[in-house]
């Protein structure tokens, strides 16, 4: 490695941490991609490396949120556990697939999971904020999860964050500064099963791990001052894109050139956008009452009708 491929790499390691310590995830997706193909590290090793970097940040960047309130303990702490149950047996599993495929499964896997964060779930009204979730509920998830981190070498907040969020009801803030909790449990976790199978280059992974705990710390202090409408559409957006990024390094080369491809992936990004409007539309129209406060919905009476007695 070159030292300017080396300081390239510690630069860019900043914004891992930057995505940890504001969104609680991406830490991985970022981590996997800048060492594969920026540092250069083989699929497995840059896995293994992701892990010890993403896990060490997010020990850190739990702090700030811990202090503001926004770290759900037993949650957290059960969900950890779990999860590194799952992450230990994915690592294992791992030495037996081959890279391309294990980060073709992360591309999906990132991909679905944008898709979620970005439509989000639509709110009940009266129904309270849980503070802490059910545990069955808890471990189910954290086993998935972690068998997930294990496998891919994702820390898992980009599935940890939008479980709490989304299936879970926590507040996006809230679910942003548990997830590190998480993340850091099973990143570690992940790592023990990879270190009996890979070789780790400690000088590197130790020079990526300060740059992205710096960025972490700076991550913290901004996780707390945007809206969370605007905190989660970013986090799923930036996943799709990221996961677009790393399914088409897997594809073979001669298929770039194929027209046939290129407007099939182009039709099913306008298919999705027509879609993800005329539901959001509809939900506005259904949602909206009218002007004078009257239900006008088709074949239902109006609020004000009243029988008149002959």
């Known amino acids: 490695m070159t030292a300017t491929t080396l300081v390239l790499t510690i630069v860019l390691a900043v914004g891992v941490g930057v995505s940890l310590g504001l969104l609680g995830g991406g830490g991985s997706i970022l981590a996997v991609p800048l060492l594969v193909y920026v540092a250069g590290l083989p699929a497995k090793e840059a896995i293994a490396t992701s892990l010890l970097v993403v896990g060490t940040t997010s020990a850190v960047a739990v702090i700030p949120h811990a202090r503001a ?10 969900f950890g ?5 799952g992450a230990y047996a994915g690592g294992r599993l791992a030495a037996y697939i081959p890279g391309t495929v294990l980060l073709a499964g992360f591309a999906l896997m990132m991909l679905a999971t944008s898709i979620a964060m970005i439509r989000g779930r639509r709110p009940k009204p009266g129904k309270p904020v849980p503070h802490e979730l059910p545990v069955l509920h808890v471990i189910a998830d954290g086993v998935v999860v972690g068998l997930v981190t294990g496998l891919v070498g994702a820390g898992g907040g980009f599935l940890v964050v939008p479980a709490l969020a989304l299936l879970g009801g926590l507040p996006m803030p809230v679910a942003v500064g548990t997830s590190l909790l998480v993340i850091a449990m099973k ?5 023990a099963g ?25 991550g913290g202090k901004l996780a707390g001052r945007i809206p969370e409408l605007v905190l989660r559409k970013t986090f799923g957006w930036f996943v799709a894109i990221m996961g677009v990024f790393v399914l088409a390094q897997q594809l073979p080369t001669g298929l770039y050139a194929n027209p046939i491809l290129w407007a099939g992936a182009v039709g099913l990004v306008a298919a999705g956008a027509t879609w993800a409007l005329v539901r959001r539309r509809s939900a506005n129209l259904t ?7 009257r239900d006008d919905t088709p074949g239902r009476p109006s609020a004000d009708y009243r029988r008149v007695p002959r």
């Not at 990143?187 to 790592?191: I, T, W």
């Not at 949602?287 to 406060?293: N, W």
């Open 69 to 78: 309130g926004r770290v759900r303990w037993r949650t957290g702490l059960i």
């Open 287 to 293: 949602d909206t009452p009218s002007a004078d406060g």
């Open 187 to 191: 990143s570690y976790a992940g790592l």
């Open 81 to 85: 556990v779990a999860g590194m149950t």
């Open 194 to 218: 990879y270190l009996s199978t890979v070789h780790i280059n400690w000088a590197l992974a130790a020079a990526v791990t300060a740059a992205a705990v710096l960025g972490s710390l700076a």
